[in-house]
């Protein structure tokens, strides 16, 4: 059975700092993995889905990696800004079938 | 831009009643799914619905579950008799055909709570 973990669960940085959020998964025949922002008591904002068959994708200032072999991807967040506050969430679907597992999120804030 | 949305945003019900969230999934999407996330934990799926039929559900969804998609633009989840562990998130989520066919979108969510 899949597991997706998150580290760390929480983190706190100043502004304008480069940050980098780490999910893993035990299962590496996985077909995407896909990254999202959750603000409070709100929904999953999509930042950036990255295909089995590929290494990074990159929108703005984020830029995610995946090693499927290892069962590892990171999210690159360049100079971070206070409204990136939020708890990111690393979900990953399986070669079989469309459900995402999801990782237990970690929790930015950053600070002015 | 095309979202999902979700009715109602906050649903307050008695133990052992019925409730029925609905959605409204981006509207040339094809594919249609349920998850919930209790309060402090992960992120759960539920089901997923294509061709109007069940593709794929988690142990979770049991009898006292159902979906539907009355006609073509609604999608809903039916709880028959809701549990105190039902309180919990609920997030429907579409996706869709060509080149952006994976990324799966989420609906805002309805929190309900049973007490």
């Known amino acids: 059975k899949q597991e997706v973990t998150q580290i760390p669960a929480a983190l706190s940085v100043p502004e304008g700092e480069n940050l980098v959020l780490n999910c893993s998964f035990t299962d590496s025949a996985i077909y995407n993995l896909q990254w999202f922002r959750q603000d409070p008591g709100k929904g999953l904002t999509s930042l950036l889905l990255i295909q089995s068959s590929q290494r990074e994708q990159t929108s703005g200032r984020l830029n995610a990696s995946l090693d499927k072999s290892s069962g590892r991807s990171t999210l690159y967040i360049a100079a971070s800004q206070p409204g990136d506050s939020a708890t990111y969430l690393c979900?990953?679907?399986?070669?079989?079938?469309?459900?995402?597992?999801f990782g237990g999120g970690t929790r930015l804030m950053v600070k002015p | 831009e095309p979202e999902v949305t979700q009715t109602p945003s906050h649903q307050v019900t008695q133990m052992g009643q019925e409730v029925i969230l609905r959605c409204v999934p981006i509207s040339n999407h094809l594919y249609f799914y349920w998850y919930r996330q209790i309060l402090g934990q992960k992120v759960e799926f539920l089901v997923s619905f294509y061709n109007n039929e069940i593709s794929e559900k988690s142990e979770i969804f049991d009898d006292q579950f159902s979906v539907e998609r009355p006609d073509g633009s609604n999608f809903t989840l039916k709880i028959r008799s809701t549990k105190l562990e039902d309180s919990a998130m609920y997030f429907c989520?579409?996706?869709?055909?060509?080149?952006?066919?994976?990324?799966?979108?989420f609906g805002p969510g309805t929190r309900l709570t049973v007490l």
């Open positions: 979900a990953v679907r399986a070669n079989a079938g469309n459900m995402l597992t």
């Open positions: 989520a579409s996706s869709g055909t060509g080149a952006d066919t994976d990324t799966q979108y």
